[in-house]
């Protein structure tokens, strides 16, 4: 089974109308200028999923600075996830700093079938990811509810892109400090994370932590793939960044790794399966 875990879809109303919403929220307009941007329906991600031989694909969300708009859009990806046949697993975004708001959110999310947050930008959305104040309701929600959380993350060297931000593994491992028993993916390999995993007080809080391959081709050679399985083995998933990549394109990097199949096919899909407790094919 292949497992897409990191495929953004949005409401035929953002796809349609997106100047509308770069007024509505600044990072949006960063991450989507121009009059054609990279938006996806969920129809546009079954569609790429048939063409594409991906069996299920996480849909996320757009991490909005208001929360009303997560609440928005979160809807959207519920009714994607219930019409899809179980191709579409949903996640849900909120605004950290909205509090018990979010949580009830999250709450709600779940109860109609999400399986995670995310994805959370703290740049955009203006939280702090190591401060408590911040992030202490949406931990304290998605321990209890035991849903991971997809943060972007990105590397304090090399490639700049619009919207990298400052989520770097320095922050990263504060938020890892805070967040104990709560599952996180960190998107984009983790800005390197993993290697400091090497260090024992760093490996004794990352029992729960993942690192997806989201965008990764724009970022690294595909041997990053196969150092990220020799790091955190097990906790490799494959996530195509979509429609910013296509699934067709980040499979094949992927594949370009060379990992011995038994992995290959674990980070393909069987580490994601686990993780959200999908049936096995």
């Given at each position: 089974m292949i497992v897409d875990s990191h495929a953004h879809?949005?409401?035929?109303?953002?796809?349609?109308?997106p100047e509308t919403y770069r007024e509505r929220d600044g990072w949006f307009a960063l991450l989507n200028p121009g009059p054609r941007p990279r938006l996806a329906t969920a129809d546009d991600l079954t569609g790429e999923m048939a063409?594409?031989?991906?069996?299920?694909?996480?849909?996320?969300?757009?991490?909005?600075?208001?929360?009303?708009?997560c609440v928005e859009q979160n809807d959207a990806l519920i009714a994607a996830g219930r019409s899809s046949g179980g191709k579409i697993v949903p996640f849900c975004t909120v605004q950290p700093r909205a509090g018990a708001a979010a949580a009830r959110e999250v709450e709600r999310c779940a109860a109609a079938g999400?399986?995670?947050?995310?994805?959370?930008?703290?740049?955009?959305?203006?939280?702090?990811?190591?401060?408590?104040?911040?992030v202490g309701p949406l931990l304290e929600v998605c321990r209890a509810l035991q849903l991971p959380i997809l943060i972007h993350a990105s590397e304090p060297v090399g490639?700049?892109?619009?919207?990298?931000?400052?989520?770097?593994?320095?922050?990263l491992y504060g938020l890892l400090?805070?967040?104990?028993?709560?599952?996180?993916?960190?998107?984009?390999?983790?800005?390197?994370?993993?290697?400091?995993?090497?260090?024992?007080?760093?490996?004794?809080?990352t029992e729960q932590v993942y690192y997806d391959t989201a965008a990764a081709a724009y970022l690294y050679r595909p041997a990053a793939v196969a150092r990220l399985h020799d790091l955190a083995p097990g906790r490799v998933l494959f996530g195509s960044d979509y429609r910013l990549l296509s699934q067709?394109?980040?499979?094949?990097?992927?594949?370009?790794?060379?990992?011995?199949p038994e992995a290959a096919a674990a980070v393909l899909g069987g580490n994601a399966a686990r993780l959200l407790g999908l049936p096995a094919a």
């Open positions: 879809v949005f409401s035929p109303e953002v796809v349609a109308r063409r594409s031989g991906v069996d299920v694909s996480v849909a996320v969300g757009f991490g909005w600075r208001d929360q009303a708009l999400c399986r995670g947050v995310g994805e959370l930008y703290p740049d955009g959305q203006a939280f702090t990811v190591d401060d408590l104040a911040d490639h700049s892109y619009r919207g990298k931000g400052g989520t770097t593994p320095e922050r400090r805070l967040a104990a028993d709560v599952p996180l993916i960190l998107a984009h390999g983790g800005g390197g994370f993993a290697f400091y995993e090497l260090m024992p007080e760093v490996a004794a809080l067709r394109r980040m499979l094949r990097y992927v594949r370009e790794a060379g990992l011995p």
